[in-house]
């Protein structure tokens, strides 16, 4: 039975996009392509870089909401790139997404606990991270 469209599928994780780009923000002002390749480090993304597309839709909304800043970077060769950085607006959010998470984690944790106890939990490959962003 496949599960591909069911949130057990781990789809909704994208979601999560939003504060793992501001949590790689909050390191330095990044470029937009060079962002995404390091939010592939995260195990969110399993090794894999999220959808680009998803990605700048994601950073557009948060420079809407007055989260990120972005400009034009001519200092090097080639194409201007636009380069990103949290505002200390987006500070305030991402210290307000880390509470959440942790209240997440603990949350999640507990339901794996009993889920397992129930007689789930058989393993399963990981989904891959194109679904995410």
């Known amino acids: 039975m496949a599960f591909d ?22 390191e330095g002002p990044i470029h ?19 959808d680009l597309t998803g990605v700048y839709r994601v950073l557009r909304a948060m420079e809407r909401g007055g989260l990120v800043a972005a400009a034009w970077d001519v200092s090097q060769p080639g194409p201007a790139k636009r380069l990103y950085r949290l505002t200390p ?35 399963r490959s990981p989904r891959r991270a194109s679904a995410l962003a």
Do not use: K, N
């Not at 069911?6 to 793992?20: D, F, K, W």
């Open 89 to 123: 607006r987006g500070r305030a959010c991402l210290d307000e997404w880390v509470g959440t998470l942790q209240v997440y984690q603990r949350a999640i944790r507990d339901l794996v606990r009993t889920a397992q106890r129930a007689g789930g939990g058989r393993r």
């Open 5 to 26: 469209r069911c949130p057990c599928s781990g789809r909704t994780l994208g979601r999560l996009v939003q504060p793992a780009l501001m949590a790689i923000l909050a």
């Open 32 to 50: 937009g392509y060079r962002l995404a390749r390091r939010a592939a480090a995260m195990a969110l993304f399993h090794g894999e870089e999220p």
